[in-house]
């Protein structure tokens, strides 16, 4: 047995401990900034890190939205009753903003009319887009799993792609230019930092869409 480690049993361990344990060593986290919309036509706005892109052909991406005093979170409800919503890339110049829209807002305030953040309408879902996020997918949502009892994950397939000219050539994003923001754990937030180049191994996926 190694010297120097500290082995905590994972079987009953309680909630809080093995959150916090997670979001310091899953790190960093892509940040989710989802725009939804409720029942009553109100959007919400809210950023989330438990998520990744899942699938490239139909492309998804899947979002893990733990629940709040035993019920969903607003954009988990939206997402559960209008099966749409849009996910919005975060970036050093909007993380104030986005930080600020993962307060406990009344489900009936909008985060996006309370701090004053611009809306686009999207062209395939009620959703709209945040028009200071360089990158906007808009996804309709393919299915639900539940996880435990606390978690639920939300895979959404992406219906079309916004993409700023600033990040994107044509061809490819430029993840530099983006300047994407990522979550560690507790209140701490990263930048990319140091790049490193490495040849690519394997060959790029390649094919006709998968629902072609």
């Known amino acids: 047995m190694p010297e120097g480690f500290t082995t905590l049993p994972a079987s009953g361990m309680d909630t809080a401990t093995a959150y916090r344990l997670l979001c310091g060593i899953v790190v960093p986290r892509p940040i989710a900034w989802i725009s939804s919309v409720s029942v009553d036509g109100v959007v919400n706005l809210a950023p989330f890190s438990s998520y990744n892109y899942v699938a490239h052909s139909p492309p998804m991406l899947a979002v893990n939205i733990g629940s709040r005093s ?9 997402i559960e009753a209008s099966g749409e919503f849009v ?5 050093e110049a909007n993380m104030e903003l986005m930080h600020q829209t993962s307060a406990e807002f009344a489900p009936q305030e909008s985060e996006a009319q309370a701090l004053g953040i611009a809306l686009l309408p999207s062209t395939h879902v009620k959703p709209p887009r945040i028009a200071i996020s360089p990158v906007q997918m808009e996804c309709r949502l393919q299915q639900v799993v539940r996880l435990g009892a606390l978690n639920t994950l939300y895979i959404g397939e992406v219906l079309a792609f916004h993409l700023s000219n600033q990040v994107f050539d044509g061809k490819q994003i430029d993840s530099i230019k983006m ?3 990522a979550r560690l754990g507790g209140p701490y937030y990263a930048a990319l930092g140091d790049t490193f180049l490495r040849p690519i191994l394997q060959t790029p996926p390649v094919g006709k869409p998968a629902n072609a």
């Not at 969903?72 to 939206?78: S, V």
């Not at 996910?87 to 970036?91: E, G, I, K, S």
Request: aromatic share 0%; glycine share 12%.
């Open 70 to 78: 035993g019920g969903l979170k607003d954009t988990a409800r939206n």
């Open 179 to 181: 300047r994407p923001v």
């Open 87 to 91: 996910v919005n890339v975060a970036t």
